[in-house]
């Protein structure tokens, strides 16, 4: 019988929450990853959000118009990964401008990568470092 309590359903969690969370309208067009992407920063957190909204019977067809509940704990801060994997035509000042909120945060990147031999060469499959410190609040 102890052994019953370990077997809560994985959503449980996210329903003691719902006081700290938000709900989030669907648009037509909207899919958890890009909803996940917009709302927790990275789009393969989608099975967070399908976690938190147990309702949902099929991850690959949201309703617009339905109500998507997206837990505090779990919103996108201004601090974003501490790392990202570089892409072709990628460049220090694009990282810096998605990632960081500021393009002009592009030599802090720089400096916390020391292994860059040249800031304009950047190779695809690299990973960068991107410490909180280089994180400032948008410009006003």
Same mark, same amino acid.
């Given at each position: 019988?102890?052994?019953?309590?370990? !077997?809560?359903?994985?959503?449980?969690?996210?329903?003691?929450?719902?006081?700290?969370?938000?709900?989030?309208?669907? &648009?037509?067009?909207?899919?958890?990853?890009?909803?996940?992407?917009?709302?927790?920063?990275?789009?393969?957190?989608?099975?967070?959000?399908?976690?938190?909204?147990? *309702?949902?019977?099929?991850?690959?067809? #949201?309703?617009?118009?339905? !109500?998507?509940?997206?837990?505090?704990?779990?919103?996108?801060?201004?601090? &974003?990964?501490?790392? #990202? *994997?570089?892409?072709?035509?990628? @460049?220090?000042?694009?990282?810096?401008?998605?990632?960081?909120? @500021?393009?002009?945060?592009?030599?802090?990147?720089?400096?916390?990568?020391? &292994?860059?031999?040249?800031?304009?060469?950047?190779?695809?499959? &690299? #990973?960068?470092?991107?410490?909180?410190?280089?994180?400032?609040?948008?410009?006003?």
């Amino acid at each position: 019988m102890s052994a019953h309590p370990s !077997l809560a359903p994985p959503a449980a969690p996210a329903i003691h929450n719902l006081a700290a969370s938000k709900a989030i309208l669907i &648009q037509p067009g909207d899919s958890l990853w890009k909803l996940a992407r917009r709302h927790l920063g990275s789009g393969s957190r989608w099975n967070e959000l399908l976690a938190s909204n147990p *309702t949902i019977s099929d991850p690959h067809h #949201i309703q617009p118009g339905a !109500l998507l509940v997206v837990p505090a704990n779990e919103l996108r801060s201004r601090a &974003q990964p501490s790392s #990202i *994997t570089v892409h072709s035509g990628d @460049s220090l000042w694009k990282i810096a401008a998605s990632r960081l909120g @500021s393009a002009s945060a592009w030599p802090c990147i720089a400096h916390a990568n020391p &292994q860059l031999h040249d800031a304009n060469r950047l190779r695809p499959g &690299q #990973i960068l470092a991107l410490p909180a410190s280089c994180v400032n609040p948008l410009p006003r």
